[in-house]
């Protein structure tokens, strides 16, 4: 699609539907949606062309092959360009890795800042930084067996978009990220992380549903309605939280665990050292009783 924010990219596609509901694609399925840099900055695109157009009153954000996404891709991905890295910031510093950290911050905050909603459809995994980006969106709907959760909380830092609070307050919140584990859909919209699980073969129906039904009330009403929410939050302290939760992420890089993984992974892998981090930790999942 070519579009005035929107010209296309390799793994973010844009699709506008019928009944005014436009499908905002992670389109990296080899590897599992794991989002770069170039990808956030395609992601904001797109988002940016949905929330212009006229004839879009709803987006559903969703990632293609069965995973929303594993999370950020810290095998590789940098951006790219005509330009000589060296001359820019690198996270060698702890000035340096805030700068960054916050502006991939502010990028993902699209999703809570446009005018109109977004849907955002989890299947498969949405884990680590997919959680920044889906959290973000206005609404979410799971499949039964999706698995969400925030993994690299064990050795690699803490959300910097930081939207758990919001959702499942102090304890769900302190439980999943203390300890990394993952939560499965139907699970996830018992707490309130999701607003509602169903079997997998009846999600795109589910959603489509909800996306064509909030489509059909004008988009300056659902701007409104949007907006007095997130101004809630505001007054709640969201927008200083999400400042402090990207300085938060640089202080937990400061952990001894992150060099440590890192080493690892360049000597034996980053299969090998995930699977060393997240080995004690049995299957990983959050368990309920009945």
Not at 79 to 84: H, L
Not at 106 to 119: A, E, G, N, S, Y
Not at 177 to 195: E, Y
């Amino acid at each position: 699609m070519m579009g005035k924010w929107f010209s296309g990219h390799e793994h973010i596609s844009m699709d506008v539907r019928e009944g005014g509901v436009a499908y905002v694609t992670l389109n990296r399925p080899e590897k599992r949606n794991a989002i770069t840099i170039e990808m956030l900055d395609g992601l904001k695109a797109a988002m940016m062309e949905a929330d212009d157009l006229s004839s879009v009153r709803c987006v559903v954000l969703q990632g293609a092959g069965g995973n929303f996404s594993a999370g950020a891709d810290i095998a590789g991905g940098a951006a790219s360009g005509d330009y000589d890295p060296a001359d820019y910031r690198a996270g060698d510093s702890v000035e340096n890795d805030i700068w960054r950290t916050t502006l991939r911050g502010d990028t993902r905050q699209i999703l809570f800042k446009m005018h109109k909603p977004v849907i955002a459809k989890i299947t498969g995994n949405c884990l680590a930084a997919a959680t920044d980006v889906a959290l973000n969106c206005d609404i979410l709907i799971a499949a039964d067996d999706a698995r969400i959760g925030f993994p690299a909380t064990r050795a690699l830092g803490s959300p910097a978009n930081h939207m758990w609070l919001y959702h499942v307050g102090p304890q769900w919140a302190k439980r999943l990220l203390m300890t990394g584990d993952v939560i499965r859909g139907k699970d996830a919209a018992r707490i309130g992380l999701v607003l509602k699980a169903v079997p997998p073969g009846k999600l795109d129906a589910e959603v489509d549903a909800l996306a064509r039904r909030i489509a059909l009330v004008d988009p300056a009403l659902t701007a409104a309605h949007k907006r007095i929410v997130n101004v809630g939050m505001e007054l709640m302290g969201f927008t200083t939280l999400q400042r402090l939760a990207s300085e938060n992420d640089v202080r937990a890089h400061q952990s001894p665990a992150l060099p440590a993984f890192m080493a690892l992974a360049r000597e034996k892998g980053l299969k090998e050292a995930l699977r060393q981090r997240d080995e004690p930790f049995g299957d990983g999942e959050v368990h309920f009783d009945d």
